[in-house]
């Protein structure tokens, strides 16, 4: 067969990049776009990033690094400064005490647990995931060569138990990631059943990581629970992989960090030097400015989250056939639609994502793609008005199925 010098065909893929499958949300957005191309006029639940801007006292401290030449290469664990205000941010809201050593500034959050599941897991090794969960988990484990196994909490309205991990513990098992607030279920661990996960997985010879990216978008009456307060003992076996990404509406910024055992991080560190070589100088200035300084953003955004969660869950439980509990924190709804499938003669949540994304011109997330079949999952990081539209289309399309 004849190649031309663009064509691909003969193109010698790894086993590795084989296993890889692009993110299946990238793919929803590569949808909508070519849908909003087309004129439609596309709501979009199936972001995962805040709609705010981020805060102009951010934005102003990345404009003064540019003036004062701060172009250059930074160490690959990130400057001092932010390392500093990483680990004061986390021992003054949760009374630990990490120093800088045990800080490692990555690109992101997604980076960090790539970075930390690489320097874990051989071939072969086992890795307890949640599941439903964050569709990067698996696909980073798969990476690295590992194998997942789940932790089913459908069960449990989708909370992470002590019984179900124990439940799911093999002689394997070398790595636990939990994630509270969780993407997609918008679940929480609790206090108490936290510390119980991670003093079983420590006791049966695991380590965990703690992906807190949602950290700060806790709903009340439920707390904001870090890894970060547990005692020493249990902490020298957590990697906490932390994201100013969403908390600061920093998602294009690509910061993050990961906080934990000093050996853990020094290889994390020496992949990162040996890949991405640190993340963006300018973008280090301006999170030390995010951490150090007013956190009354953050309140606002969590605030509006709260405010369009309690009008829109009461909104999709009124649709006949859907099913959908009160998130706990972060920005996603995880409706169950195994009744409304039935009565409008969907097979698979992906057929019904599909249905109000090409029909209806909703952007939404198929449960399937977080290992839970029958639910969507769908963000409100959109405006109440966008989210009103939503509903109103979702009704519509029951109608028209149900006629
Ligand atoms: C559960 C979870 N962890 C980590 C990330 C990564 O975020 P980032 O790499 O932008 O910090 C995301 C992003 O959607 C997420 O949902």
Same mark, same amino acid.
């Given at each position: 067969?004849?190649?031309?010098?663009?064509?691909?065909?003969?193109?010698?893929?790894?086993?590795?990049?084989?296993?890889?499958?692009?993110? /299946?949300?990238?793919? #929803?957005?590569?949808?909508?776009?070519?849908?909003?191309?087309?004129?439609?006029?596309?709501?979009?639940?199936?972001?995962?990033?805040? &709609?705010? +801007?981020?805060?102009?006292?951010?934005?102003?401290?990345?404009?003064?690094?540019?003036? *004062?030449?701060?172009?250059?290469?930074?160490?690959?664990?990130?400057?001092?400064?932010?390392?500093?205000?990483? $680990?004061?941010?986390?021992? /003054?809201?949760?009374?630990?005490?990490?120093?800088? *050593?045990?800080?490692?500034?990555?690109?992101?959050?997604?980076?960090?647990?790539?970075?930390? #599941?690489?320097?874990?897991? &051989?071939?072969? &090794?086992?890795?307890?995931?949640?599941?439903?969960?964050? #569709?990067?988990?698996?696909?980073?484990?798969?990476?690295?060569?590992?194998?997942?196994?789940?932790?089913?909490?459908? #069960?449990?309205?989708?909370?992470?138990?002590?019984?179900?991990?124990?439940?799911?513990?093999?002689?394997?098992?070398?790595? @636990?990631?939990?994630?509270?607030?969780?993407?997609?279920?918008?679940?929480?661990?609790?206090?108490?059943?936290?510390?119980?996960?991670?003093?079983?997985?420590?006791?049966?010879?695991?380590?965990?990581?703690?992906?807190?990216?949602? @950290?700060?978008?806790?709903? +009340?009456?439920?707390?904001?629970?870090?890894?970060?307060?547990?005692?020493?003992?249990?902490?020298?076996?957590?990697?906490?992989?932390?994201?100013?990404?969403?908390?600061?509406?920093?998602?294009?910024?690509?910061?993050?960090?990961? @906080?934990?055992?000093?050996?853990? !991080?020094?290889?994390?560190?020496?992949?990162?030097?040996?890949?991405?070589?640190?993340?963006?100088?300018?973008?280090?200035?301006?999170?030390?400015?995010?951490?150090?300084?007013?956190?009354?953003?953050?309140?606002?955004?969590?605030?509006?989250?709260?405010?369009?969660?309690?009008?829109?869950? +009461?909104?999709?439980?009124?649709?006949?056939?859907?099913?959908? /509990?009160?998130?706990?924190?972060?920005?996603?709804?995880?409706?169950?639609?195994?009744?409304?499938?039935?009565? $409008?003669?969907?097979?698979?949540?992906?057929?019904?994502? &599909?249905?109000?994304?090409?029909?209806?011109?909703? !952007?939404?997330?198929?449960?399937?793609?977080?290992?839970?079949?029958?639910?969507?999952?769908?963000?409100?990081?959109?405006?109440?008005?966008?989210?009103?539209?939503?509903?109103?289309?979702?009704?519509?399309? !029951?109608?028209?199925?149900?006629?």
């Amino acid at each position: 067969m004849s190649t031309t010098a663009t064509s691909t065909s003969a193109f010698p893929v790894s086993k590795r990049a084989k296993m890889t499958k692009l993110s /299946s949300t990238a793919a #929803v957005v590569m949808a909508a776009d070519k849908l909003r191309a087309q004129g439609v006029n596309v709501i979009d639940l199936g972001v995962g990033e805040p &709609d705010f +801007p981020t805060p102009e006292h951010i934005k102003d401290a990345a404009k003064r690094a540019l003036d *004062e030449n701060f172009t250059k290469y930074t160490a690959a664990t990130g400057i001092m400064p932010l390392r500093q205000a990483i $680990c004061d941010y986390m021992n /003054s809201n949760f009374g630990s005490d990490y120093t800088p *050593e045990h800080c490692c500034v990555v690109l992101g959050g997604k980076q960090g647990i790539f970075n930390a #599941v690489l320097a874990m897991i &051989d071939p072969g &090794d086992e890795v307890l995931l949640e599941n439903p969960c964050w #569709v990067s988990f698996p696909e980073i484990v798969h990476f690295a060569e590992g194998k997942t196994a789940p932790v089913d909490t459908e #069960v449990t309205d989708f909370h992470m138990t002590a019984d179900l991990v124990g439940q799911a513990i093999t002689p394997k098992s070398k790595l @636990l990631i939990i994630n509270s607030p969780s993407n997609p279920t918008g679940r929480l661990i609790d206090r108490a059943e936290f510390r119980k996960i991670v003093e079983l997985a420590v006791e049966k010879g695991l380590w965990v990581i703690s992906d807190e990216c949602y @950290l700060q978008f806790v709903y +009340p009456p439920n707390e904001v629970n870090s890894a970060a307060m547990l005692p020493e003992e249990l902490r020298s076996r957590v990697l906490i992989a932390g994201s100013l990404s969403k908390t600061y509406a920093m998602t294009g910024w690509r910061v993050g960090f990961t @906080l934990g055992p000093v050996e853990w !991080v020094n290889e994390i560190t020496k992949i990162q030097s040996q890949s991405a070589t640190h993340a963006a100088s300018i973008a280090q200035k301006a999170s030390v400015v995010a951490l150090t300084s007013s956190q009354e953003s953050v309140k606002e955004m969590l605030a509006e989250y709260i405010r369009r969660a309690e009008w829109f869950i +009461p909104a999709l439980n009124q649709i006949p056939g859907i099913k959908c /509990s009160a998130p706990e924190g972060a920005f996603y709804a995880f409706p169950n639609m195994k009744e409304l499938m039935k009565n $409008c003669g969907f097979a698979t949540s992906k057929e019904l994502a &599909d249905e109000l994304l090409w029909k209806y011109g909703v !952007v939404t997330t198929a449960g399937s793609a977080f290992g839970a079949e029958g639910y969507l999952r769908m963000s409100y990081a959109n405006s109440l008005e966008a989210i009103t539209e939503a509903v109103e289309r979702i009704k519509q399309m !029951v109608a028209d199925r149900t006629k």
